[in-house]
């Protein structure tokens, strides 16, 4: 049975940092592709970033790119989401997910082609 365990959110501030971690358990991840989404009060939720587990490949959304990074720790069946110069709509629960249907070449990006969920971590950016 997959697990997937979400770690590190919490309160930060405007232009402030922080490290998200998702601890994977249940099956071997290689052919998998690990994403972050997140969802704030009333909105949908939506893709943040993903990577392969092999780390080949990565996918951010455009509000994220250049200041978050997307990482695997295959030692430590872990993925990260390195998450830097915060604003504050960046004010989420943040969830990881794994999917394991799509091809290596492929980053999937809606949340409905994903098979696994954590239960998510808070991340509040306060200004």
Aim: glycine share 12%.
């Amino acid at each position: 049975q997959v697990q997937l365990v979400e770690s590190g959110g919490g309160l930060v501030q405007v232009g402030g940092s922080v490290r998200l971690s998702c601890a994977a358990s249940g099956r071997t991840f290689g052919g998998y592709a690990m994403g972050w989404f997140r969802q704030a009060p009333g909105k949908e939720r939506e893709f943040v970033a993903a990577i392969r587990w092999t780390g080949a490949s990565t996918h951010y959304a455009d509000s994220v790119k250049g200041r978050f990074t997307i990482s695997t720790d295959n030692a430590k069946n872990t993925v990260y989401l390195q998450m830097s110069s915060l604003k504050p709509e960046d004010t989420a629960v943040y969830y990881c997910a794994a999917e394991a249907d799509s091809p290596e070449y492929l980053i999937p990006t809606s949340p409905r082609e994903y098979d696994y969920w954590g239960q998510g971590t808070q991340v509040t950016v306060s200004s």
